[in-house]
């Protein structure tokens, strides 16, 4: 039972209550779930972060993208630079639950619910992912697979909060794509999901395909404890022009 409510407007402010034991709170759509449906008590203490300005950037850098952590599924889905260069990240937010989960549940809160089945996940493994944690001793940057440890279960300290994840910029000739095995349109969690990052070079490849593929990275969502890349996978694509036949050997 939740006995102190707090709403945050600045990060310090939510850092100040964090340290002191409260759950950061943004969208609340994995929380309240859980607790309705028995699996996790609400926390005793809980502080809204939804209000701070800072965490709600989407900005490209470099070529590579920052989000930050109060980013809606909904804003990725929108944004031009995602669709065009990191389309399995768009691809994936655009099925996460219902319209309104999308529109009020963000990518920090679904990278830290740690679930193995979560549709983005795959996408931000793929693109090589980096997550800010920071508490009142400062900032840490984690790749993202070693972020993860199990379900529901992260590296992060006690007192520590995601603020960002940036994902670099992918090299020309990169195509990507998420798929899913599901049974409904909506509020679905995915049965199983995979995530295709794929870069092609000049010249061609060893099959019928374009190619060469110089980069295969490949995940797969919900057949383990963490969203994981599979090596084999990716190494039967490589060097091929990726034709059906690298493909069903992938």
Aim: glycine letters at 14%.
């Amino acid at each position: 039972m939740t006995r102190s409510f707090t709403s945050a407007s600045t990060l310090d402010d939510a850092m100040t209550a964090i340290a002191a034991g409260a759950r950061p709170v943004a969208g609340g759509t994995d929380l309240v779930v859980g607790a309705r449906q028995g699996k996790k008590p609400l926390p005793g203490a809980i502080v809204a972060i939804d209000r701070i300005e800072a965490l709600r950037g989407l900005e490209e850098r470099d070529g590579g993208l920052r989000l930050g952590a109060l980013v809606t599924h909904e804003a990725i889905v929108a944004d031009e630079t995602v669709r065009a260069r990191f389309t399995a990240l768009a691809d994936s937010s655009a099925i996460v639950g219902s319209h309104a989960t999308r529109a009020n549940g963000t990518i920090g809160g679904n990278v830290m619910n740690a679930s193995p089945a979560m549709d983005t996940g795959g996408a931000l493994l793929c693109f090589g992912a980096t997550v800010t944690l920071r508490s009142e001793a400062g900032e840490r940057e984690v790749p993202l697979g070693d972020l993860w440890t199990g379900p529901g279960a992260t590296t992060a300290a006690p007192g520590e909060l995601l603020v960002a994840i940036d994902l670099p910029a992918p090299p020309a000739g990169t195509g990507s794509a998420y798929v899913r095995l599901e049974y409904r349109r909506q509020m679905e969690i995915a049965v199983v999901g995979a995530t295709a990052v794929v870069t092609v070079g000049d010249g061609p490849g060893d099959d019928s395909g374009a190619g060469p593929v110089t980069d295969a990275r490949i995940a797969i969502t919900a057949l383990a404890p963490t969203i994981h890349r599979v090596a084999e996978a990716e190494q039967a694509l490589m060097g091929t022009g990726g034709g059906d036949d690298a493909v069903g050997a992938a």
